[in-house]
């Protein structure tokens, strides 16, 4: 059954649950006559103070970061205005539930969750609960008002694979009840998805890169008891058809949606950290590669410097090949590029002639300390060595090299590969 026909089944309301009391800790507002239920939850940042009994065991560990520090870290994550994330509101955490898929018409939105500083050391973590299929539009009304209350120029929103989802779904269903019109941007505001900074960084590192896997393996957070994403989907009709019968499908529902909104604070701050201080050459050469993509070349050639040492060294030494060989040959290639961009040619010759003396014969390295000689530096017999000793030749090139050079003498490739791999030509 479509997810359309299951919605025109349930056009009826099912009854409120019964409410329990609230922790201390936790304040509650709730809206049973609009069909959806708002509680508010203040979490502390430390691990070390008791959070609200509602969060479970799943956090209990777990450090979040300050405000200061999670705008810190967002800024070195992806592209924000030029003044970063405001250290007094850094962001806001956001995270969905439904019951379908972005694509899947009458996909429901039935739990949303939100957390944002309300001082450096504290979190206000809001979940709205759809308690009817009809109370959607009350409570996505409810929930655009506090979003454009909170985010902005310097407080960005924060998701997991919401350029994909979230963001999106949220758009579709506002403007699909009215919230908004269809020409305006309800969400107008800078995005940090945390998923493509995670691929770059920890991709074929671990089984997948979902939030509840890099939550293991990366901030040790195991979940127990936890709910799949397609077991939500499940659950959450169950609820809507049964809300008596299924009030602990719903509460697992919602636990597991309070941890995903947490946690990404958390990994944020780990994949700062670790863009910093990677673990690893691997990660150091993901993590240069992750400031190139965000055009940020000093950090990415600071974090090379070690490999690009290493490669230096190697010259004329006899390794053989093997995963550091090609990582000094990556991050060689990498710096080279960086340093083409900045327009430091000379800088990225040395890499290139570097590369060419570890790995005789690379092809791009080759090309690329060729393309230089000829047409920047003016020295067609060297260009003419190096291109001949690329392993796939360029045969226009070497044409046209022939035909400038005529009967002049050709150095050996070692001389002007030696010449310029030293730190000054």
């Not at 920047?376 to 226009?396: E, G, I, K, M």
């Amino acid at each position: 059954m479509s997810l359309a026909q299951r919605l025109a089944q349930r056009g009826a309301a099912p009854g409120e649950s019964s409410r329990s009391s609230a922790p201390p800790s936790t304040r509650v507002r709730s809206s049973g006559g609009e069909g959806f239920r708002r509680e508010e939850i203040v979490v502390p940042v430390s691990a070390r103070v008791p959070r609200p009994a509602v969060l479970g065991d799943d956090l209990r560990s777990i450090e979040l970061p300050r405000a200061p520090v999670l705008a810190e870290a967002l800024g070195s994550l992806a592209r924000l205005p030029k003044a970063g994330a405001c250290p007094e509101r850094p962001a806001v955490l956001l995270d969905l539930e439904t019951t379908g898929l972005l694509g899947q018409t009458g996909a429901v939105i039935c739990v949303v969750g939100a957390a944002w500083h309300v001082a450096p050391d504290q979190l206000c973590l809001v979940q709205w609960t759809l308690h009817r299929v009809g109370g959607e539009a009350a409570m996505l009304a409810d929930l655009h008002e506090a979003l454009v209350a909170r985010v902005g120029p310097r407080s960005p929103f924060v998701t997991f694979n919401g350029a994909s989802f979230d963001l999106p779904l949220l758009r579709r269903r506002l403007v699909r009840h009215g919230v908004v019109r269809p020409t305006d941007d309800p969400l107008r505001a800078p995005h940090v998805d945390l998923l493509p900074p995670a691929r770059r960084l920890w991709r074929d590192r671990g089984p997948d890169c979902r939030l509840g896997t890099l939550e293991a393996r990366q901030l040790s957070l195991h979940r127990e008891g936890d709910v799949g994403g397609a077991e939500v989907v499940e659950l959450l009709w169950q609820w809507l058809e049964d809300p008596e019968g299924a009030r602990e499908d719903l509460a697992r529902v919602q636990r597991h949606n309070r941890v995903d909104v947490l946690s990404l604070s958390a990994l944020a701050w780990t994949m700062h950290r670790r863009l910093q201080a990677p673990v690893d050459a691997v990660e150091r050469l993901r993590a240069a590669r992750h400031h190139q993509r965000l055009e940020r070349p000093d950090p990415a050639l600071a974090l090379l410097q070690p490999l690009l040492d290493a490669l230096a060294r190697s010259q004329g030494s006899g390794w053989g090949p093997g995963r550091g060989s090609e990582l000094m040959v990556a991050a060689g290639l990498l710096a080279a590029e960086l340093e083409r961009r900045r327009g430091r040619h000379d800088a990225a010759a040395r890499r290139w002639a570097q590369v060419c003396r570890r790995v005789p014969g690379h092809p791009e390295a080759h090309e690329a300390l060729a393309k230089h000689l000829e047409h920047r530096a003016r020295r067609p017999a060297q260009a003419l060595a190096v291109a001949a000793a690329s392993d796939t030749p360029c045969d226009a090139r070497l044409a046209r090299l022939r035909r400038r050079t005529g009967s002049a003498a050709i150095p050996p490739v070692d001389e002007v590969l030696g010449a310029w791999a030293e730190p000054a030509v």
